[in-house]
């Protein structure tokens, strides 16, 4: 029978480094998993804003008379809904970001289907979950217009 000495007690080295790679696993498991969190809760959040922002917009589009969903009037549209910081005219509509920090970006095109019959309204709007280009997601929503001398 052997003798213990007191001189013995408390953790070994190997002890130690089993405990640290438990924590460090157990940490870097939960961190992983809250950003994930934190990043689908932010897209569900801008997403449903963005589809806010289109209702809206294409709201005020139903309301407009047919012969007017050309040039000015359409980009009087996105600025009463939410006041862009910048617009600029593009080449098949307009272009209205939302934020300052590049929350939503609209672009709304007006075509025509059947010249004098029916018009398309298409609005794309992109949206920032997180930063760099990755984290930029695209919608896409359509409306025709129909001219009001056909509706009945």
């Not at 089993?18 to 689908?40: G, K, P, R």
């Not at 801008?46 to 012969?67: D, H, L, T, W």
Request: proline share 1%.
């Amino acid at each position: 029978m052997k003798n213990k000495c007191k001189c013995e007690k408390g953790f070994t080295m190997v002890d130690v480094s089993i405990a640290m790679f438990v924590v460090v696993l157990f940490v870097s498991i939960v961190t992983s998993i809250t950003y994930s969190i934190y990043t689908s809760s932010t897209d569900a959040r801008r997403r449903a804003k963005a589809v806010n922002y289109s209702v809206a917009i294409f709201e005020k589009v139903g309301q407009m008379p047919y012969s007017s969903l050309d040039g000015e009037e359409v980009l009087k549209v996105i600025s009463e809904i939410k006041n862009p910081t910048t617009s600029e005219n593009v080449t098949t509509g307009y272009i209205g970001d939302s934020d300052s920090n590049y929350q939503f970006k609209f672009t709304l095109t007006i075509s025509e289907e059947y010249t004098g019959e029916i018009k398309k309204a298409d609005l794309k709007v992109d949206y920032r979950v997180k930063a760099g280009d990755d984290g930029i997601k695209t919608m896409v929503f359509n409306r025709l217009k129909i001219n009001e001398r056909y509706s009945t």
